[in-house]
């Protein structure tokens, strides 16, 4: 890319950090299709991006189909394309949108990986709770469960975030949203215990605000926690495929086969859209199904 193109990107991903304060991976994918769309028009010698018309984009589209891409990169990556021409526009450094009339495809929506209610048992109760990382570990199964958190929202929590006294988490979820969250009894108790015995002991002479550290006493990482979830899988014989969203999706669909209304769980879950949350319905359906065929004497 040439330096202008290079800056254009720059400031468009300000923009989306600053403004629609947007999460930080979110800004990454957003930057890598930019970036490959700009490398796509260079290889067939587009002037510059700002000339691109709305076959630029198709033929891209349907290069990336080609190179293996799935339907619902495709439709974020036509997303970002088209938020892109909507900031230059804005912004008075095009004319007209070439992508106006175009819709984005909806994204095929693949049932999310729901875990038994045995099977979120036989997780949490894995770790050796006699070991300082064995009751941080417990305590932040019994936190992901119970509050239906997404990864990235459970290793940027503080101390501070938990309330004992009232029984709830704050949390900030993606573009910087705060929702808070009520925990349960069994988790309000792990985490005290977690932070008064363990933190201490892993924190050793080091001082973080992050609830969650690793053995070395620093903030636990995304892919910290992925090894843990893999570890405690394996402990526990859960053969499915498992990952640290996984209690997470349990969470939601427990709560729906509990009975709990759809709009409470998308409040605790911090979707915009309500059609994000109906997914679940979708899966405890698909449950009762299975235990009817199995169960029911005229299957």
Known sequence: ????????????INYLAVERRLAANTLESYAHDLKKYCAFLKARNTQSILFCTRVDVLMF????????????????????IKTFFKYLLHDGLIDKNPLQDVESPRAERKLPNV??????KALIEAPDITT???????ALFELLYAAGLRVSELVALTVNNI??????????????????????????AWVKRYTEESRPALLGRKNTVYL?????????????????IKKYCLA?????????????????SHLLEGGADLRSVQSMLGHEDISTTQIYTHVARDQLKTVHDKYHPRR
């Open 115 to 120: 875990m038994s209610i045995n099977e979120v």
């Open 132 to 138: 300082a990382l064995g009751v941080r570990d417990r």
């Open 236 to 252: 526990a014989g859960i053969t499915k495929k498992i990952s640290p969203h996984s209690l997470r999706h349990s969470f939601a």
């Open 212 to 228: 969650f550290t690793n053995r070395r006493g620093n903030r636990l990482t995304r892919q910290g926690l992925w090894q843990i």
């Open 61 to 80: 589209l349907n290069h990336e189909r080609k190179q293996g891409l799935s339907p619902r990169s495709l439709a974020r990556t036509l997303s970002c």
């Open 163 to 188: 309330n004992y006294e009232a029984g709830f988490i704050r949390v900030f979820g993606k573009g910087s949203k705060e929702r808070v969250i009520p925990l349960g009894e069994e988790a309000l």
């Open 1 to 12: 890319m040439d330096k202008n193109t290079d800056e254009l990107l720059d400031q468009f």
